[in-house]
């Protein structure tokens, strides 16, 4: 490309690695997260929308009273999905910058392979349990919120 006097440009050796990173992930996740929703709106019974259409009811009613309470449990599926799927995105970051890559990118799991190959094992094992607590704890939040929805239809 340079004898065409265009210059490379190299986007992952810069801050806007991270938007980078962050447009793969959601490339790479939108088909299935795509999918989650459509089986969502899918199992909402059409009766309820003909009801309501009986009762008087505008599209923006329909909406916020039938359709947001139903998508509610596929919200909070996706959620958890994307959540655990945000921690498999260092392959990605890995591959295309290496072991220690741009610091906007330099992910948790960067970390955990650089300790692993130099055998830091107990840290290694410390932030693992850390990692899990806290992904249990925002994971159980999101459940705990979920009921809460699920109580308030």
């Known amino acids: 490309l340079t004898c065409l006097g265009v210059q490379p440009i190299d986007f992952m ?6 938007w980078v990173l962050t447009g793969t992930y ?16 899918e199992a909402i ?3 309820q929308y003909e009801a309501a259409r009986v009762d008087g009811a505008g599209t923006w009613q329909q ?19 994307s959540l655990l799927n945000a ?30 190959v130099s055998l830091d094992l107990p840290r290694l094992a410390a932030a693992a349990v850390l990692v899990a607590l806290v992904l249990l704890v925002v994971i159980l939040g999101l459940l705990k919120w979920w009921d809460h929805c699920a109580k308030d239809e």
């Open 13 to 18: 050796g810069t801050g806007t690695a991270f």
């Open 26 to 41: 959601l490339w790479k996740n939108c088909g299935y997260t795509s999918i989650l929703w459509t089986a969502g709106l």
């Open 45 to 47: 019974p059409v009766d």
């Open 63 to 81: 909406f916020w009273h039938i359709t947001w309470p139903e998508l509610q449990p596929t919200l909070a599926l996706t959620l958890i999905l």
């Open 87 to 116: 921690f498999k995105v260092f392959r990605e970051a890995y591959l295309v910058a290496g072991r220690y890559p741009q610091q906007s990118i330099y992910l948790l799991q960067h970390l955990f392979n650089n300790w692993f």
